[in-house]
């Protein structure tokens, strides 16, 4: 399937059988198509996607590569080149790009930057307006989105968040989880384009239940791999082979794809880039705040995050400086 097909939001959705179909959950109901919008005046969406890093560029290389008429925008201009030398357009600020395109995709590193991008000088929602959408699928709490997305409907623009489970990897293989909540119209338009990115997405109603929902599975994954981290250091005290420890976890009920993917490189001291601690502690962060808010005591999620906090002080000295690397 290409962008190609895929026309500005009209009055008729028509579902569509060819191309690899990815799952999906709309309040609960599953189901495996496709949608394609009849636009009212047949000219195709054009894409903007703001926020160029280590999950914003493949998603971005992603679309391009599907057809999409992309134009993007990074802090670093330079990061923009390649997506360029592919075919991207680019603009110089947010709100060029938002004023030129009908739907923005925004991948920010935190709540500050998401707020900044969209709403401080010349951000998007200076472009946005009535008929256009905003898709932010940083990982941000559910204030930060609820504010954006109040300065976005302002506007008279849609706003949907969409963050993602996934890192590099995933990005790369369009193989992204996206947790949506927001305008449901406008979930509708952009589904094409999150199966291009993704394997699956969620509907779950109104804003901020993305962002719970996102901060809610890192908290589970911090825990999950601090305690991990601590078994293959244990097991190689005691004496025992840490990539037998890994094969035994992957044959048990407690196998996980992330155990098996993380842990031979890190038995290996081996860290590639592929989601920054600072960012796996910014979400732990915010998962607890999340909790506090709720009155849920956390105390499993709490430690691992004073772990997380300790690792990134003692960054330099251990070289512990990506998630996954493991405490030792």
């Not at 996102?214 to 078994?231: D, P």
Request: glycine fraction near 12%; charge should be neutral.
């Amino acid at each position: 399937m290409h962008c190609d097909g895929w026309m500005k939001w009209g009055t008729v959705q028509i579902h569509i059988g060819t191309g690899t179909a990815k799952s999906h959950n709309v309040s609960g109901s599953a189901t495996t198509e496709l949608f394609v919008s009849i636009p009212d005046d047949g000219s195709p969406i054009t894409v903007g996607f703001l926020g160029l890093g280590i999950m914003g560029s493949p998603m971005a290389l992603n679309l391009i590569k599907s057809g999409c008429d992309v134009t993007v925008w990074n802090r670093t201009k330079s990061k923009c080149d390649p997506l360029i030398s592919m075919g991207a357009k680019y603009k110089p600020s947010p709100e060029e790009v938002t004023a030129a395109c009908d739907v923005t995709f925004a991948m920010l590193a935190d709540p500050e930057c998401a707020m900044e991008v969209a709403c401080g000088k010349h951000g998007a929602v200076s472009g946005m307006g009535p008929g256009k959408g905003y898709v932010d699928v940083s990982t941000v709490d559910g204030g930060t989105s609820k504010l954006i997305s109040g300065h976005i409907k302002a506007s008279g623009a849609s706003f949907l968040e969409a963050p993602v489970s996934g890192s590099k990897k995933p990005a790369e293989d369009g193989q992204l989880i996206f947790l949506t909540a927001g305008d449901k119209s406008l979930y509708e338009t952009v589904t094409p384009f999150l199966d291009i990115m993704g394997k699956s997405r969620f509907y779950l109603g109104e804003v901020g239940n993305g962002a719970a929902m996102k901060l809610i599975v890192n908290m589970i994954m911090g825990s999950m791999m601090a305690t991990f981290s601590e078994g293959l250091l244990l097991s190689e005290k005691v004496g025992l082979d840490p990539n037998v420890l890994v094969e035994v976890v992957s044959k048990g009920a407690i196998s996980a794809p992330m155990y098996a993917l993380k842990g031979p490189s890190m038995v290996k001291s081996i860290y590639p880039t592929a989601f920054p601690l600072k960012h796996q502690q910014k979400d732990m962060r915010l998962a607890l705040g999340l909790a506090e808010s709720v009155s849920q005591p956390t105390p499993i999620s709490a430690a691992a995050n004073e772990l997380y906090k300790e690792c990134i002080q003692i960054s330099s000295a251990m070289q512990c400086n990506r998630f996954g690397s493991g405490y030792n």
